[in-house]
Structure formats: C-alpha cells, structure tokens
C-alpha cells in the first residue's frame, strides 16, 4: 500500500473503536480535544470507561441468533461497583420559551429499551428538569432486567405543557452493583413509528405538492460516521450523528409520503460498498432461487420488508455525495485543490470533486445489476456547486456522468455575507430587491458557465438550487455577532409578507433562466430556515412554504411562457411566443404559465410603503392584456397581510382564495376593479396569482 500512495493523494482511513480511554485519547494540550474525542464515545454516554474503578463500558458484538430486535452490531455493556450510579440519556426536551430542543405535548410517550443484567443493581427511567420534580413529575419507572435478554415498554403522559425554558432530561439511571447490557434505548411519541414523520407531517408534505425532498439525515457526520453495513440497518442503528436516520428508514418515509428521495451519502465508502449500494437498491431477490450468500445486500433489504428493488419504488432517485463539499465547516467531507503525481497537473478544488465522483459513477457501473436496473436512467448524480464560485462548474465538467450542478441562493443571511436585518423599510427593501440585485445575476453566470460545458456532454446539464429560501445570520459564522433580540428580530423580518414574496419572485426569476429544479430549506418545525412553526406555537406554515406550496400545486404540468411587460419581453428560456401583456410599474414583476385551456399569472410587488419616498402608499395598478376574450372561470390567490407581518407566532399572513367567476374580459383586466378586490391595487410585498380556466380565443 505504501507504494501506491504518493505526495497529494487523498487517503481515508476508517477504524472502528468499542471502548474509549481517558488516559491515551484525551489531552487537554490538543486544540478542540474535548470535542474532538466524543467520537471515540457511544451516543448518550457522558463518562470515560476508565476514569473511574467503579464503573467501566465497552460495546459488545451480538451473539449470532440474539434475541434482540433490530440488534445492529453491537449493545452497551455497563459494569457497576456496588453503590455506583451512572446514567445513560440526553437533554432532549425543554419548555415554550426556548427554540432549541422540543416541547412535550400532553400526549403519550412510548419508551422501549433491550435490557439484560448480571448481579443485583437497579435501573430505571426518569425525567431530570421540569418533568422531574413536583408538581409536574413523572414517577420514574422501576425495570427489573434478568440475565436474558428482554425488551421493556411503557409509556408516560406529560399533565401540562412546560412554559419556561430550562432544558430537561431523559436517561436511564443504573446503581450497582451489576453488569448491565443495553441496547435500542428509545423515547417516541405512541402514535408515531420511531424516527417516522408525525401524520400532521405527512400532511404538510402531501399538501405541499413538492416533487422530492433533499435529505440532510446522513450527512454532517465530521470524523465519526459510517460503513454500508450501518447506513443500511433499520432507523437508529447507525453510529455516525445523533440523528440516526439510515438509508431504509429513510426511502420508507419518502415513499410514503409520495416524494422522490435526493439522498446526501457521504463520500467515503470504498468500492465493494459502493457496488453494496447498487445491490441494495436495485438487485431483485426471490427465495428459492437466491441465496443470501450470493446477495447479501439485496437480501438485506428484502429481510427488511422491502421485496421489491427500491429503484422500482421511485420513479427516479437523486444521489449526491456529501454536503457542501468546499465548505470546510463540513471537514473531512470536502475537496481541497491537488496535485497529479505523475503528470504534475494542478486540480482546483471542483475539478477534484468531479473526478472523484465519476470514480464512483464508474465504480457502480460495474455492478451486474445497474444495466439489469436501468441505473443510467434511474439514477441522477447532482453536484453541489457555490454560489459566487467556479467551484460547481469545474466539478461539471470533470464529471461527464453527472447530471447536473446546483447551488445554495439564500435571500440574506450569512451565506450572502449578510448580517441580521432590521424591522425598518430600509430593510424590508432589500430583502425584496434581492432577485434583481443578487439571484438574476447569480443564476445567469452559473447558466453561461455550464451551457459552455454542455457542448460537450451527450446530454443537457440541470441547473438549480440544493438550498434556498429566507437566508440567516448565525453568531459566528462570517464573524458575525447576532445578539438574542437581534435574532427574535431577523425571526420577524425573514418568515415576513415581504420575505416570502421575495422568495417566490427568486424563485421564479430563476426558472425563467433555466433553473429546473429549486429547493427550499428545510421542512420541519422550529425556528431559522425550518418550513412550520412548533406545533405549541400554532404549526402552521410560514409565509414562504404557502407560497411555495401554492406554485406547486396550482401550476403543476405548466409550462413558463413568455410574457411582455412595459414594452419589453421578459428573458425566458421557453420557445413559446409571448403569451401575455402586462402594464405593470418597475416594482412589479409578472411569470406566467400555461396548459391546456389554462393560464396562470403571478404578480409580485417588490415595493415598500414610504420608502424611498415618505408619500408612496406602496399600492399599484396595473393592466393585463389577456390572448383570449373570456374564461369560465377565474380564481385568484392572494397573500395578504402588511408587509411586515409574519408569522413567527400566530398567523399574522395568509393566503387566501377567491373565486371571481368567468365571464368577457375583452382581451384585457384590471384585477383592482373586480369584485371583493382591493381597489388601490397590487398591495405592497404581496403576491397575487390569478388562474383563468376554460379559455375562448375567438
């Protein structure tokens, strides 16, 4: 091996540890040691094995045949003097007043754990903080392990919601003397599957009407992460990061929530794996005629319930590796500039990341089953390209098989450089002039770049974002100090009126440059970038998610046309003829899109009321010239609200429908003199979507 690895190369080397050391791994004369070494420390295990004579932990292998479920690997094992306590949890909960970690609901909690003891110590489950002492306690609960394995389940019921922020804990709390063995410790709410989507999620996802979701739950693991053998085990057997997602936990979600999944994996699996990974998503198995020897990953999946290939799941899976790659908050998982050995060429660092993802690509290409499974067309490799960087484009044009390259286009926020906003007009302002300022001139450099590659690919590259939406400072990053009243006030400005029409406009603004596939980040509940408020604040979407959940499904099988406004044709990159006129002010941007015997107009105001001038209300008219004479129908979706409210705690902003009716329009309508319309106009930061049905052009 030495002699095959020269100066430059990237090298990864992977060991597993199952017991950890105070006396050899940790040094306070290392910079970063005390975080660096909780890698070498299980999840939930706060103690080194060997600070103390009295207590002592190592992982252990399961026994072939165990009796524990979803065994994975290996169980904890915990050795006890007599008189000794030690505790294995986390902080995991905490009350309204805070936005980091959940809130309880007054509803049941599942807990379930594997135990097995030798000796005649004690253990039980118990809540630390709020939950942990009257008058809102919940009673530990006793268990009584024997020497076999046995699974234990309970549940408990939280009486009253915490108001107050301190932090709380759940963990099991040991005395010895005893030997104690663990294994799949886990606190869930009853009515949902662990690691599962809630039912109120799954209905935000279906109602969103979004075509895929980017999963973030396998990425980010820093220097401890996993092999094939864990990414594939069932939801929590995985030792890479706290969030325990794996690959089939997963695709099941996805694909139950009727999503196409574009899965992150981390770059660091070595070839047999890789091959590993085409089998198990894509190799058939039928008993009887295979056998597990010959197919162990796909039997591992069809074990798991999966009988089918989950390539015939999808229509289509994305896959990208890592996250970021030159983003070195992500170390080791990026791509730095190197050196050929031989030819002493100099790669930028896309160029590496390219390279190094067409080694894979042709890794699996050398599996039997990706030619059997369509793999060509069942699997797209997207890159994760920079914003203000030739990083993405390089990468493209190192990587031949990839289908294309996207982009994070934050509106604000430290990824544009940008600190936390005011709740000034000031501010207001450029939040809304974002998408002529930045993503217009953005979007056209990366489509010239990667248009001069595509004259040599067989097939067009994509373009898009992997992240977008209300951008965010964070203290520290970019230097940046971001106070609390100044993050509660960036809060209110970014999940505003005016931020979600922005975001729309940005959107829309790139798709008319080519940009066909855009994501927003992120789906969930909570403060920052998230798609929904917490569910003790309300649950409900905030500004930007409804009105990018209005595009998806109200324009859906359209096609971007054209359109004509103030005598100028907007740039598009449809062959359509202009399809739709528009006398609309400068402060106004107009899309639209068509379908059989349908037409959709979004009208989207980037102004703000009394800036710059103190005597502008904000509100404008406008005309549009229609290519038909009547519809039978005419619908028009409007956010409303003022400009600068939100909905960080209650709904302050919301998107409301009316039905117009159909009727003659004479080739042309003024929305301000329809009924139930405001009659000043386009309100400022609003947006507004009027979707005729039943076209007559005679």
Same mark, same amino acid.
């Given at each position: 091996?030495?002699?095959?690895?020269?100066?430059?190369?990237? #090298?990864?080397?992977?060991?597993?540890?199952?017991?950890?050391?105070?006396?050899?791994?940790?040094?306070?004369? #290392?910079?970063?040691?005390?975080?660096?070494?909780?890698?070498?420390?299980?999840?939930? /295990?706060?103690?080194?094995?060997?600070?103390?004579?009295?207590?002592?932990?190592?992982?252990?292998?399961?026994?072939?045949?165990?009796?524990?479920?979803?065994?994975?690997?290996?169980?904890?094992?915990?050795? @006890?003097?007599?008189?000794?306590?030690?505790?294995?949890?986390?902080?995991?909960?905490?009350?309204? !007043?805070?936005?980091?970690?959940?809130?309880?609901?007054?509803?049941?909690?599942?807990?379930? #754990?594997? @135990?097995?003891?030798?000796?005649?110590?004690?253990?039980?489950?118990?809540?630390?903080?709020?939950?942990?002492?009257?008058?809102?306690?919940?009673?530990?609960?006793?268990?009584?392990?024997?020497?076999?394995?046995?699974?234990?389940?309970?549940?408990?019921?939280?009486?009253?919601?915490?108001?107050?922020?301190?932090?709380?804990?759940?963990?099991?709390?040991?005395? =010895?003397?005893?030997?104690?063995?663990?294994?799949?410790?886990?606190?869930?709410?009853?009515?949902?599957?662990?690691?599962?989507?809630?039912?109120?999620?799954?209905?935000? @996802?279906?109602?969103?009407?979004?075509?895929?979701?980017?999963?973030?739950?396998?990425?980010?693991?820093?220097?401890?992460?996993?092999?094939?053998? $864990?990414?594939?085990?069932?939801?929590?057997?995985?030792?890479?990061?706290?969030?325990?997602?794996?690959?089939? !936990?997963?695709?099941?979600?996805?694909?139950?929530?009727?999503?196409?999944?574009?899965? !992150?994996?981390?770059?660091?699996?070595?070839?047999?794996?890789?091959?590993?990974?085409?089998?198990?998503?894509?190799?058939?198995?039928?008993?009887?005629?295979?056998?597990?020897?010959?197919?162990?990953?796909?039997?591992?999946?069809?074990?798991?319930?999966?009988?089918?290939?989950?390539?015939?799941?999808?229509?289509?899976?994305?896959?990208?590796?890592?996250?970021?790659?030159?983003?070195?908050?992500?170390?080791?998982?990026?791509?730095?500039?190197?050196?050929?050995?031989?030819?002493?060429?100099?790669?930028?660092?896309?160029?590496?990341?390219?390279?190094?993802?067409?080694?894979?690509?042709? +890794?699996?290409?050398?599996?039997?089953?990706?030619?059997?499974?369509?793999?060509? !067309?069942?699997?797209?490799?997207? &890159?994760?390209?920079?914003?203000?960087?030739?990083?993405?484009?390089?990468?493209?044009?190192?990587?031949?098989?990839?289908?294309?390259?996207?982009?994070?286009?934050?509106?604000?926020?430290?990824?544009?450089?940008?600190?936390?906003?005011?709740?000034?007009?000031?501010?207001?302002?450029?939040? &809304?002039?974002?998408?002529?300022?930045?993503?217009?001139?953005?979007?056209?450099?990366?489509?010239?770049?990667?248009?001069?590659?595509?004259?040599?690919?067989?097939?067009?590259?994509?373009?898009?974002?992997?992240?977008?939406?209300?951008?965010?400072? @964070?203290?520290?990053?970019?230097?940046?100090? /971001?106070?609390?009243? $100044?993050?509660?006030?960036?809060?209110?400005?970014?999940?505003?009126?005016?931020?979600?029409?922005?975001?729309?406009?940005?959107?829309?603004?790139?798709?008319?440059?080519?940009?066909?596939? $855009?994501?927003?980040?992120?789906?969930?509940?909570?403060?920052?970038?998230?798609?929904?408020?917490?569910?003790?604040?309300?649950?409900?979407?905030?500004?930007?998610?409804?009105?990018?959940?209005?595009?998806?499904?109200?324009?859906?099988?359209?096609?971007?046309?054209?359109?004509?406004?103030?005598?100028?044709?907007?740039?598009?990159?449809?062959?359509?003829?202009?399809?739709?006129?528009?006398? +609309?002010?400068?402060?106004?941007?107009?899309?639209?899109?068509?379908?059989?015997?349908?037409?959709? +107009?979004?009208?989207?105001?980037?102004?703000?009321?009394?800036?710059?001038?103190?005597?502008?209300?904000?509100?404008?008219?406008?005309?549009?010239?229609?290519?038909?004479?009547?519809?039978?129908?005419?619908?028009?979706?409007?956010?409303?609200?003022?400009?600068? =409210?939100?909905?960080?705690?209650?709904?302050?902003?919301?998107?409301?429908?009316?039905?117009?009716?159909?009727?003659?329009?004479?080739?042309?309508?003024?929305?301000?003199?329809?009924?139930?319309?405001?009659?000043?106009?386009?309100?400022?930061?609003?947006?507004? &979507?009027?979707?005729?049905?039943?076209?007559?052009?005679?």
């Amino acid at each position: 091996v030495r002699e095959r690895i020269r100066a430059d190369d990237m #090298v990864i080397v992977g060991k597993k540890f199952y017991t950890a050391s105070r006396a050899t791994m940790h040094s306070n004369r #290392v910079f970063e040691a005390d975080s660096e070494n909780r890698i070498f420390m299980p999840d939930m /295990v706060s103690f080194y094995p060997d600070e103390s004579s009295a207590h002592h932990w190592k992982l252990e292998p399961h026994a072939p045949g165990t009796q524990v479920s979803e065994s994975g690997e290996t169980f904890l094992r915990l050795e @006890l003097a007599a008189g000794s306590t030690r505790s294995i949890g986390a902080y995991t909960y905490a009350g309204m !007043q805070q936005r980091w970690y959940p809130v309880l609901k007054t509803k049941p909690y599942q807990v379930e #754990v594997w @135990l097995r003891r030798r000796g005649t110590g004690t253990v039980r489950f118990e809540l630390t903080g709020f939950y942990g002492k009257r008058p809102n306690e919940i009673p530990p609960i006793e268990f009584h392990p024997t020497n076999s394995w046995q699974k234990f389940t309970v549940r408990f019921t939280p009486g009253v919601i915490q108001d107050h922020a301190s932090p709380g804990q759940m963990l099991l709390r040991f005395t =010895g003397p005893g030997e104690f063995d663990i294994d799949n410790f886990r606190v869930f709410e009853a009515d949902t599957e662990f690691l599962d989507y809630s039912p109120e999620e799954y209905a935000r @996802l279906r109602d969103s009407g979004m075509a895929a979701l980017r999963t973030h739950g396998l990425i980010k693991t820093r220097r401890r992460t996993y092999d094939l053998e $864990q990414l594939t085990n069932p939801g929590g057997l995985i030792s890479a990061y706290t969030g325990q997602n794996t690959l089939p !936990q997963t695709l099941k979600m996805l694909h139950r929530a009727g999503v196409r999944p574009w899965l !992150q994996i981390e770059p660091h699996l070595n070839e047999a794996e890789w091959l590993g990974l085409v089998e198990y998503l894509a190799a058939p198995y039928e008993p009887g005629k295979d056998a597990p020897a010959e197919k162990p990953w796909a039997y591992k999946r069809y074990a798991q319930g999966q009988l089918k290939p989950w390539t015939d799941a999808f229509p289509v899976i994305d896959l990208e590796l890592g996250n970021e790659t030159w983003n070195r908050l992500f170390r080791p998982w990026v791509f730095e500039s190197m050196t050929d050995a031989v030819t002493g060429r100099v790669y930028r660092a896309g160029e590496v990341y390219g390279l190094y993802q067409e080694y894979v690509i042709g +890794v699996m290409r050398q599996s039997p089953y990706w030619a059997s499974a369509n793999f060509d !067309q069942k699997i797209r490799w997207f &890159l994760g390209g920079r914003a203000n960087s030739r990083f993405g484009s390089d990468a493209a044009s190192s990587s031949p098989s990839s289908a294309g390259e996207f982009i994070a286009a934050y509106n604000g926020g430290w990824d544009e450089g940008k600190g936390p906003p005011e709740e000034l007009p000031a501010s207001y302002a450029e939040v &809304l002039g974002h998408t002529a300022d930045v993503a217009i001139p953005v979007a056209k450099r990366h489509v010239q770049a990667l248009r001069s590659i595509g004259h040599n690919r067989s097939s067009r590259l994509l373009l898009g974002t992997y992240e977008a939406g209300p951008g965010y400072a @964070l203290n520290g990053l970019n230097k940046a100090k /971001v106070t609390p009243p $100044q993050a509660a006030t960036q809060e209110r400005v970014m999940k505003s009126m005016a931020a979600a029409t922005a975001t729309l406009d940005a959107f829309l603004a790139r798709q008319t440059l080519g940009m066909q596939i $855009q994501n927003f980040f992120t789906f969930g509940e909570g403060p920052l970038w998230k798609s929904h408020a917490p569910w003790h604040r309300g649950g409900h979407a905030y500004p930007a998610w409804a009105l990018l959940s209005m595009y998806n499904r109200e324009l859906a099988g359209s096609s971007m046309v054209s359109v004509v406004y103030n005598g100028r044709v907007a740039q598009t990159t449809s062959k359509s003829a202009p399809l739709a006129k528009y006398d +609309v002010p400068e402060d106004v941007s107009a899309y639209a899109f068509a379908k059989p015997d349908q037409l959709a +107009v979004v009208l989207i105001s980037r102004k703000v009321p009394n800036f710059p001038d103190t005597k502008d209300d904000g509100f404008r008219q406008f005309r549009l010239s229609l290519p038909f004479r009547s519809a039978k129908s005419l619908e028009i979706l409007e956010l409303q609200g003022r400009y600068d =409210g939100h909905n960080v705690h209650e709904s302050q902003v919301q998107l409301i429908r009316k039905a117009i009716g159909g009727g003659e329009f004479g080739n042309q309508v003024e929305p301000s003199s329809l009924p139930g319309m405001d009659r000043r106009g386009l309100a400022p930061a609003s947006t507004m &979507l009027l979707l005729f049905k039943g076209l007559n052009k005679n």
